[in-house]
């Protein structure tokens, strides 16, 4: 049984080009959750989703971000027009239920927008 | 706003001591609360969690401790061991929030 698998697992944008970030929740889990890691701090919570539903997107940036976890395929954590703010690591973790004790995180993707 | 944070940045221990670290936590509606370790280029991994209705728990050599009277939680790694190095974040969950309010964490470094 794979781990939850994101990819890229490093990306490099120019200002203004969209990013997108893959999470693949291991096999079984439904629940996928997003967060963001600047350089020497904690993980931020994003945005919490179920198969087709966003079911919390709380601290998900009102501009630029989206996220979507379709019926069929990945999460996709897409952020449109990047600046170098939002250069970090995004870290998915995924449960088999909505709850955060039986949660696993991937790899991440570190973004670096020049 | 309320969040999780920790009292030393970097804690620097003898290889075969004992480690302790510390976090103080501020939302008391909080229902549970997780140690996690982050290696360098890793996500975070789970350690041992905690509910709010527990004071201690233990796992293989570590214990957590969690005071509410003061908002603080503390993780005890026993016999610390090079592969310690890491990381180290508390995080809390529940109290009606989906995700998990992170700690900036802990940097341990295990001296030879």
């Excluded at chain 1, 997003?34 to 919390?56: A, H, S, T």
């Excluded at chain 1, 600046?83 to 995180?105: H, I, K, M, W």
């Excluded at chain 2, 510390?22 to 370790?37: E, H, L, P, V």
Aim: proline share 5%; net charge positive.
């Amino acid at each position: 049984n794979a781990g939850v698998m994101q990819n890229p697992r490093h990306l490099v944008r120019r200002r203004g080009q969209e990013a997108r970030l893959r999470c693949s929740p291991m096999k079984g889990h439904s629940h996928v959750y997003w967060y963001r890691q600047l350089p020497e701090e904690g993980l931020k919570f994003m945005v919490y989703l179920q198969k087709e539903n966003i079911i919390d997107e709380s601290g998900m940036p009102k501009e630029r971000f989206s996220a979507e976890f379709p019926k069929e395929g990945p999460s996709i954590l897409r952020i449109q027009q990047v600046v170098r703010g939002d250069s970090a690591a995004y870290f998915c973790a995924s449960s088999p239920a909505a709850l955060n004790t039986e949660a696993f995180f991937g790899q991440g993707t570190r973004l670096t927008v020049v | 706003g309320e969040s999780v944070g920790l009292h030393l940045p970097t804690l620097s221990v003898q290889e075969g001591d004992n480690s302790i670290i510390n976090c103080a936590y501020s939302n008391s509606a909080s229902d549970y609360f997780i140690w996690y370790k982050q290696e360098s280029g890793k996500g975070p991994q789970f350690i041992i969690d905690i509910r709010s209705n527990m004071d201690k728990r233990q796992g293989q050599r570590v214990t957590v401790l969690l005071n509410k009277t003061v908002k603080h939680l503390s993780l005890q790694i026993a016999a610390t061991q090079p592969g310690d190095s890491a990381v180290y974040f508390c995080a809390e969950g529940g109290g009606g929030a989906d995700g998990l309010t992170f700690g900036k964490g802990t940097h341990l470094i295990i001296q030879p």
